[in-house]
């Protein structure tokens, strides 16, 4: 059994689509925010793990001092 072909629609498709239900601007700024979101993440992750690693902040004044110069020499 096959099904028949309509040869002619009753109505045409563009009258059936539904308008666009949020504004143009909302993907571009959901876009920008889930990247500053995503960077914000990545350092606040980096500076924890510092810290749990070395005991001390990345960026602590004190401890650059004693160490004579940058944290992230060998």
């Known amino acids: 059994m096959r099904v ?3 040869n002619n629609p009753l109505i045409d498709p563009s ?3 539904a308008p666009s239900r949020a504004p143009q601007w909302v993907i571009p700024t959901v876009k920008v925010a889930m ?3 995503d960077g914000l993440i990545a ?3 980096f500076a924890g793990a ?3 690693r070395e005991g001390t902040p990345v960026f602590n ?3 650059m001092e004693r ?3 940058s944290r992230f020499a060998p």
Do not use: D, P
Request: aromatic share 10%.
């Open 15 to 17: 009258v059936v689509r």
């Open 61 to 63: 004044k004190l401890a």
């Open 43 to 45: 350092a606040t992750s």
């Open 50 to 52: 510092f810290y749990i």
């Open 67 to 69: 160490s004579g110069g």
């Open 4 to 6: 028949a072909q309509i």
């Open 35 to 37: 990247v500053v979101a």
